[in-house]
Structure formats: C-alpha cells, structure tokens
C-alpha cells in the first residue's frame, strides 16, 4: 500500500506541474488506441487526486473533474480547452487568442455585425474566447456562421440562442460550444450572410438546427440545453470528423442527432464522434443519434425517454455502445434501442454494433450485429468507459450550467 500511495503522489505532483502540456500533446487523433490510452491517464490522475483529497467534489466525470472544482475557473477559462476527451478532444477553440466580451444580444445586421455582438466575434479571423458580460436571449437575424478558432463559452450567464436560425460551423475547425442555451431554432437563409471580415455570400435556406455541422472537425459541444429546433438538435455531416458531443441536455425534439450525410456520401466514412455523459431526457423520439458509414463511440449517456427508438443507422456504420443506462418507454412496441435502417437483415447483421456493459431498464434491449472485428471497434473507442450504475452521477449535471463567479461552478 506504501509503494501504491507514493506512484499515486509522484504522479499526481506531476499532473499538477505539467498537466496542461500533457493535456495539449496528446497524440493525433487518427490512432484510437493512444486516444483511450491518454484518457485512462486523465481518468486515473483524477481518480488520484480524490483518494489523496485533492479533489473533494470530484464526480467521476473526467470532463467536469478537469475544471469545475476550482473556485477561480473565470479567471482561467481557457483552461477548459484542456479539458476535452474523445475524438474531439483536440478541439482548442480561441484557446490562445484573446477573451472577447459580448455586450449587446443583437443582431440587426448579418452582413455588417456590430462590434460587441456575438456575430460580430465568431467571424473574426483571429482565435477568440467567447464570453458574455450578462443574461440575454440573442435572437438571430440568419444563421450564425462561426469561423475556425473559437469558443462560445456561456458560463456565468445564463444565454439563450433562440427564435430565430441558430449555429453552423460548415468547413472550419477547432470550436468550442460550451454553456449555451439552444432552443427554438428556425430556418434561415435566402439572404447575404458574412462569414469573415473579407467575406460574405448568399445563402440558401437552412435547415434550422441547433448546431449545425457541415464538413467540421474538431469540434467539442459541452454542457449545453437543446431543445425544440425545426430539423436536428445537432447534425454532423459532409466529411465532419473527430467530434465530442457530451454533457449536454437535450429534450422536447424528435430527430435529435444525425452523424451522416446520406448512404451514397462516402466521405463521411471516416467520421469519428463521441456521444458521452449526456441526458437525453423528456419528449424525444429519435436519432440519439442516428449513424452512417462512420465510427461512433456512444458511452455513459443516460436515456431517460425515448418514442420509437433510441440508437440507429444505416450504410453500416460501426456504433460501440458501453456503460449507457437506458430506460425504455412503457409502449411495449418500442422497448428496443435499436434501429437498423434503409437494409434488409440480411445486410445488417453485418454491421458491427456492440453493447458493453449497458444497463437497460423496463424492457429495453439492444439488437447487435456484426462479426465484432476488433479493429473496426477500435475505431469507435475514444475513452474508458465508467459502470453504467453511476451514469446517473456522471450525467447529473447534464446540460447548462449555473455558475457563479468565485465559487465552484
């Protein structure tokens, strides 16, 4: 027990020194086994922490423990770019650029944006760290087109993006949406829309998701409320890759997610998403999410509620579902999570799909597939996957958070 207590110490001593540059050179994102090797490290240093008593409100949540417990976490926001796991852990958002304060929820001009409005900053060239001098409710004019480099981050206000057409991230990198109340959405377009401050063009309709993801990569949603939008809460599709989509709540929507373009667009074959610690809650019906082609790490989320299904895809795509809790509806026709879809069986039963250590709850089963190649699971492995039993205290603080500046968040 001595030897154990002192590697503890050395390591955690060392985590606490050099923690952020382990944290920023993990290695690339196209190896899954050093991906899930660098999170068992971020696992078990927080886990270190808490048996020393560092960290007496460490929940288990790697994401949240990397942060939250910290009382000066608005006077290092940036931090919370090292704290990113899965395939999307490389997103750095305006990590290294400068905190841009919005001061005015308006957005009277797509074309010609103000300074101080949240347009006017996520168009920007340069990295910028996105933050919010008060509560508002932005209602946009058009979709609000983000440029590379940037972090949304809601904490310490309570910030509605609602009304009106919402977020696209369509062929830039490296964003952080984190905090942000998103709800609402419509359809935008048939309009001039800037997209830099050298740039701006016509666009056509939108579909009026949440946060739409067109040809992105790494790109990490966290911690967010979604709820009610005209298509999807969040689509990823047209090539999209090495996405974290986690801690985040959604509700009150039919078609949730979609990881994919179509069956025939081959170029989102090597989408790599994780689906993590996130409450997929009241008053859904689908698509949480709905997969094609790609590799998808779906992993200590929490169904609560679903209408017909829970997990689906088409155009075989490989879905490795570990440690979930799901709570199947009362309707004894739709206790099943799975939906294979647009293939006769004959064709799915070739797709790799696998539940691992699922808890399923009031009738709910999960319908696998596949020979179970280990490398295709690889491939769909981003992280160490925690007992479903405690995905109700991974999940707990799912969604938007209430924090207070100078104390725990």
Not at 299 to 304: G, S
Not at 318 to 324: A, K
Request: glycine share 10%; hydrophobic share 35%.
């Amino acid at each position: 027990m001595a030897t154990q207590y002192f590697i503890c110490l050395i390591f955690f001593l060392l985590f606490s020194i050099h923690g952020r540059t382990i944290l920023s050179s993990a290695a690339p994102m196209e190896d899954p086994e050093l991906v899930v090797a660098e999170v068992h490290r971020s696992i078990n240093a927080s886990i270190a922490k808490r048996n020393l008593g560092y960290l007496s409100c460490g929940t288990g949540n790697p994401i949240d423990d990397c942060w939250r417990c910290e009382p000066s976490w608005d006077q290092n926001r940036q931090q919370l770019a090292d704290c990113a796991i899965g395939f999307g852990k490389n997103a750095i958002g305006g990590r290294n650029g400068k905190i841009y304060v919005v001061t005015d929820p308006g957005d009277d001009d797509a074309v010609n944006p103000k300074p101080g409005t949240l347009r006017y900053a996520v168009i920007q060239d340069e990295p910028l760290w996105i933050i919010f001098e008060r509560d508002m409710v932005i209602t946009l004019k058009e979709e609000l087109i983000m440029n590379s480099f940037k972090t949304i981050d809601g904490r310490g206000a309570s910030v509605h993006i609602a009304g009106g057409p919402c977020i696209t991230v369509q062929y830039v990198s490296n964003i952080i949406i984190h905090g942000i109340h998103i709800h609402d959405c419509k359809q935008g377009g048939n309009a001039m829309v800037r997209d830099s401050p050298r740039h701006y063009g016509w666009r056509t309709i939108s579909d009026g998701d949440g946060v739409s993801i067109f040809g992105g990569t790494h790109i990490w949603v966290d911690h967010c409320s979604l709820s009610n939008c005209n298509d999807g809460l969040i689509d990823a599709i047209h090539g999209s890759s090495y996405i974290t989509i986690s801690n985040n709540y959604f509700t009150h929507h039919d078609k949730v997610m979609l990881l994919g373009h179509l069956d025939s667009y081959i170029q989102d074959k090597n989408m790599q998403v994780t689906v993590a610690f996130n409450h997929f809650g009241e008053d859904l019906v689908q698509r949480m999410p709905r997969c094609r082609l790609g590799y998808f790490h779906v992993v200590n989320n929490d169904y609560t509620h679903w209408g017909m299904y829970a997990i689906g895809g088409s155009a075989s795509p490989t879905i490795n579902s570990q440690g979930n809790r799901f709570a199947a509806p009362d309707d004894t026709f739709h206790k099943e999570v799975t939906k294979h879809e647009d293939a006769p069986e004959s064709e799915w039963r070739t797709w790799n799909w696998r539940s691992e250590g699922d808890l399923m709850i009031n009738g709910a089963y999960f319908t696998a597939s596949g020979a179970g190649a280990s490398s295709s699971y690889a491939k769909a492995s981003s992280l160490g996957a925690r007992p479903s039993s405690i995905v109700g205290a991974l999940t707990a603080s799912a969604g938007a958070l209430i924090c207070k500046k100078g104390s725990r968040c």
